[in-house]
Nanobody, 125 residues
Framework: QVQLVESGGGLVQPGGSLRLACKAS????????MGWFRHTPGSTREFGDF????????????????KYGNSAKGRFTVSKDTDNSTLFLQMNSLEPDDTAVYSC??????????WGQGTLVTVSS
């Protein structure tokens, strides 16, 4: 059973940076892709937005190994540490509109998407 545990959320001032991490455990060998979604506090993940994604284990998309949602382009960077089964999201130039619960996901080669519990990011002065 794969478990995804996010960390790194918190309160940050506008213009600041945060680095989120998602540690995967329990059989990540069949991971196809991993990434991040976000949803506003009080909403649910079903109404969230795609933030960023990265392929895993040599898989590639037609456009490469990275994807970004419109809100992330130019400000956020997704990366991975394959040896430690950890996904990262470096977020720079944060704005109040970036306030959200950020959830990590894993798409296996077969089977349903798996989710972490999420970590809250609050951008406020």
């Amino acid at each position: 059973q794969v478990q995804l545990v996010e960390s790194g959320g918190g309160l940050v001032q506008p213009g600041g940076s945060l680095r989120l991490a998602c540690k995967a455990s329990g059989g990540i060998a069949n991971a196809h892709t991993m990434g991040w979604f976000r949803h506003t506090p009080g909403s649910t993940r079903e109404f969230g937005d795609f933030v960023a994604g990265i392929t895993w284990s040599g898989v590639t998309w037609s456009g490469g190994r990275l994807k970004y949602g419109n809100s992330a382009k130019g400000r956020f960077t997704v990366s991975k540490d394959t040896d430690n089964s950890t996904l990262f999201l470096q977020m720079n130039s944060l704005e109040p509109d970036d306030t959200a619960v950020y959830s990590c996901y894993l798409d296996p080669t077969s089977g349903p998407r798996m989710w972490g519990q999420g970590t809250l990011v609050t951008v406020s002065s």
